[in-house]
């Protein structure tokens, strides 16, 4: 399993906000706390996402779904 693009840009950023303290204690914080989910590509390949990232989208998706939807039904209206 990879790790999708949007996720080595979190990891990314995570190091670089929380990197060079003591032990690195704030960095294992900030690592401890990120959540995973696996996504399934539409090739069918599984990668690693940041949970927070694909609930974002999620939402966008239905908001976008949603807006269409109501356009449609406009559209029937006249």
Known sequence: MKLHDT???TLLQTYETNSG??????LRAALKALDF???TQQDG???LVSTATL???FRKFEQMQAQQRELDAQR???
Not at 21 to 26: L, N, V
Request: hydrophobic share 25%; aromatic share 10%.
């Open 37 to 39: 989910s696996v996504y």
């Open 7 to 9: 996720l080595i840009n």
């Open 45 to 47: 390949t599984k990668v």
């Open 55 to 57: 609930q974002e989208h």
């Open 76 to 78: 029937r209206g006249k």
């Open 21 to 26: 303290w003591t032990e690195e204690k704030k």
